[in-house]
């Protein structure tokens, strides 16, 4: 029996997806829950599997784009594996990464360099997978920095790649001067020079950038987009931090850091302000009922917004456990899509990075995204006399089609309310 593979949904809003890879070839005998392909979408990668053991028939190749539900290939139950063909994962992703020349055993790691890990192509991350086939890499020959010798995207965005080369052959510099010897060892001050000054490496845009790059566009074409600001006095929340993050570690096991006060504190201002947690579908508006916070997270495939479903029936330990899971499930290449759909507001920390003032684009459908910024010690009036606060920036940008801009500037001084007099969000007022 055929059992046909779909493309399968991954997502709202999304009616497309890209053809990242195949991690087996047309003929390959397959065995149930082996990862046989991998989708490329503007918000993340999705592993597909095979439902059955079986002889794989490959439809659509790498990089095609497809429909959400197109069938890309099929699975007979009924197939024999062909001679020669070996059905270990492992095997059969190095058969598709590797040059055919090349060997199977790892070569000895270079003089001060780290052990690669025998078993380095099994523990590619997708991201570094794409890498290395659009490169042409020979993983065999890169030394892993990751845990145990994985390699990582640092790992083989700075390989060569072994198919084209703009340094010119070393044996042309000589033909120039036959009759210096001793001047050869000065030809490595000659190319940093000013000739250098026009080299140029082109990599090729991944599917996945294409697609992001294309929604950010339509983002800004689709939407009045505007930010405005405030500022935000963060003294109350750090004295309250420094005075409970022992115990509070202690207890939940988690750092006790500030977003979780700025997620209570959106929920209160979304509440406050319904058209903000709403958007526009077409010629309607669709509002929400509940409150799908959305939090950015830097992974090693980019910045990403996994959701916090019913985000108001958290705790601030609730919350900060639940941001971490993410940021866990983000850096090790496993975050789903189900994990990234269903937001209806999101929070972006610029701050982290340093960032003292942004104007966040807005995360489409979505009609507002807040922005936080790096904290600063800032001399600041209270009560007519100068003192010096942990100050911090913090921006809106929204979608004047649905939010006005009073609402946008009520919305951002709720939170700076809540953030303020955290006893506030205790309190629900």
Known sequence: ??????????????????IGSWTKKSGDYVKMNDVIMLLETDKASVEVVAEKDGVLTINAQSGETVKIGATVGSIDTDGKASVGATPAPVTAAKDTTSSPQAPAPAPAP????????????????????????????D??????????????????TGTPTQTKSTTPPPSSAPSSAPSKSPAAPMVAPVVSGPSKQ?????????????????????????????????????TKIIELRAKY?????????????FNGFFVKAAIEALKAFPAVNAWVDGQEIEYHNYYNIGMAVSTERGLMVPVIKDADLYTVAGIELAIRDLAIKGRDGKISVDDLNGGTFSITNGGVFGSLLSTPILNAPQSAILGLHKIEERA??????????????????????????????????????????????????
Do not use: C
């Not at 029996?1 to 890209?18: D, R």
């Not at 993983?139 to 083989?156: F, H, Q, S």
């Not at 509070?248 to 850091?257: A, R, S």
């Open 1 to 18: 029996m055929k059992i046909e593979i779909k493309v399968p949904t991954v997502g709202e809003s999304i009616t497309e997806a890209v």
């Open 110 to 137: 270079a003089s001060g360099g780290r052990e690669t890990h025998p078993d380095l192509q099994a523990h590619m991350s997708p991201a570094v997978q794409r890498v290395v086939n659009e490169r042409g890499i």
């Open 139 to 156: 993983p065999a020959t890169v030394n892993g920095t990751g845990l145990g010798g994985r390699l990582t995207k640092g790992d083989v």
């Open 198 to 234: 026009g080299d140029t490496k082109r990599v090729p845009m991944t599917n996945i950038r294409k697609k992001i790059a294309e929604r950010l566009v339509q983002a800004q074409h689709n939407a009045a987009i505007l930010t405005t600001f405030n500022e935000v006095d963060m």
């Open 245 to 257: 993050k022992d115990k509070f570690k202690e207890k939940y096991g988690v750092g006790l850091g």
């Open 380 to 429: 600041v009036v209270i009560n007519s006399k100068v003192e010096v606060r942990s100050m911090m920036y913090v921006a809106l940008s929204y979608d004047h089609r649905m939010i006005d801009g009073k609402e946008a500037v009520s919305f951002l001084v709720k939170i700076k309310e809540g953030v303020e007099d955290p006893e506030r969000l205790l309190l629900e007022v």
